[in-house]
């Protein structure tokens, strides 16, 4: 009954922006802190973004200046902007709902490819 769900991905060129959104339904959305995560073979899932119910936003050192995450909790989505990305930004991103009371409990999407690549 619980669904995370990414999309947004694609195929862009170096310098170039993406949008990604993750819906979630089943959860109480407000409660739960939204994390985004970036998987590429070969290496260990590393947390891109995360945001909590009220707003609070922290970013991986190597997104900062480049990635803006936002929340609309009208919606139940969480959103990642994504600005000019390189390849080195190629990856599966996923997104997950954490729950801010209960912390192991979360809710993972199955991610959504973004390629950089000229």
């Known amino acids: 009954q619980v669904q995370v769900a990414e999309s947004g991905g694609g195929l862009v060129q170096p310098g170039g922006s993406l949008r990604l959104s993750c819906a979630a339904s089943?959860?109480?959305?407000?409660?739960?802190?939204m994390n985004w995560y970036r998987e590429t073979p070969g290496h260990q899932r590393e947390l891109v973004a995360d945001?909590?119910?009220?707003?609070?936003?922290k970013y991986a050192d190597s997104v900062k200046g480049r990635f803006t995450i936002s929340r609309d909790n009208t919606k139940n989505t969480v959103y990642l902007q994504m600005n000019n990305l390189n390849p080195e930004d190629s990856a599966v991103y996923y997104c997950?709902?954490?729950?801010?009371?209960?912390?192991?409990?979360?809710?993972w999407g199955q991610g959504t490819q973004v390629t950089v690549s000229s």
């Open positions: 997950n709902a954490q729950h801010s009371y209960s912390p192991s409990l979360i809710h």
């Open positions: 089943g959860i109480m959305f407000n409660v739960y802190i």
């Open positions: 945001i909590t119910s009220d707003g609070t936003t």
